[in-house]
């Protein structure tokens, strides 16, 4: 099954209204997709709706975006109290330094270094395998891709919530190999003016073929509910 028919799968069935998107790190040249200033946040909501970027150190314009997907390393000294001071008093997500330092170290640690670059595109538009697929979706449509993704396990995901976007939505995922829920940070969403109900769900590449496969035997995919009687409720 090619890029493009898993994509007509999970739309079809899901009633996507955005593009499920391949999101792949690499050292290959790509040959489609936009190369110019952007911020990730930006890029994933551009190619939701359609577009495919081509990211890396010298076009991604947000230094916590470039951080949290490798293209720059950890700061420290006068950036770092800068940082602070923008999101304890400007940005006023996070309350104390104690609690800025909480979140940056309790999380899991960037892909620093990992890639030259990292492509944002369509699923059906990818030129190469994705390192995962991110939807954007409603909430009822992210329950049903969690019980798609865990039917033939079982495993709860182990997910990281908080943080930013582009940490909880695409590094996340890439570093732990676990399928993520988040509503991504408020900045962003606000920035970005991604729709109200909009959930990021985050699935490694390597869990997909189970998760279409279980399209057709699981109720949250095709599969018919079969209710004995005595499960029947008035």
């Not at 330094?97 to 940056?104: A, D, G, I, N």
């Not at 170290?105 to 270094?113: A, E, F, H, V």
């Not at 030259?116 to 390192?131: A, G, H, N, Q, T």
């Not at 962003?188 to 496969?213: G, M």
């Amino acid at each position: 099954m090619d890029f493009k028919q898993q994509s007509d799968i999970l739309k079809k069935v899901l009633g996507l209204k955005k593009e499920p998107l391949a999101i792949s790190f690499t050292n290959e040249i790509v040959s489609s997709g936009k190369y110019e200033k952007t911020s990730i946040c930006r890029a994933l909501k551009l190619s939701a709706e359609g577009e495919c970027f081509i990211i890396d150190e010298d076009v991604s314009t947000c230094p916590g975006g470039s951080r949290y997907c490798g293209f720059s390393g950890e700061i420290t000294g006068e950036k770092k109290r800068r940082l602070q001071q923008f999101l304890t008093k400007g940005e006023k997500l996070t309350h104390s330094l104690v609690s800025f330092e909480r979140m940056q170290k309790l999380s899991i640690t960037p892909p620093t270094g990992m890639a030259d670059r990292m492509v944002m595109c369509p699923l059906e538009k990818s030129e190469i395998r994705p390192d995962m697929v991110l939807f954007l979706c409603n909430g009822e449509q992210a329950c049903r891709i969690i019980a798609l993704d865990t039917y033939w396990d079982g495993l709860n995901p182990k997910e990281q919530l908080i943080g930013a976007l582009c940490h909880t939505a695409i590094s996340y995922t890439i570093m732990s190999g676990n399928t993520n829920i988040s509503m991504g940070d408020w900045t962003a969403r606000n920035h970005q003016q991604f729709e109200p109900d909009i959930i990021f769900v985050s699935v490694p590449y390597e869990r997909l073929d189970n998760l279409i496969a279980a399209i057709p035997e699981c109720s949250a995919g095709s599969a018919a509910v079969n209710m004995p009687d005595e499960f029947q409720v008035d």
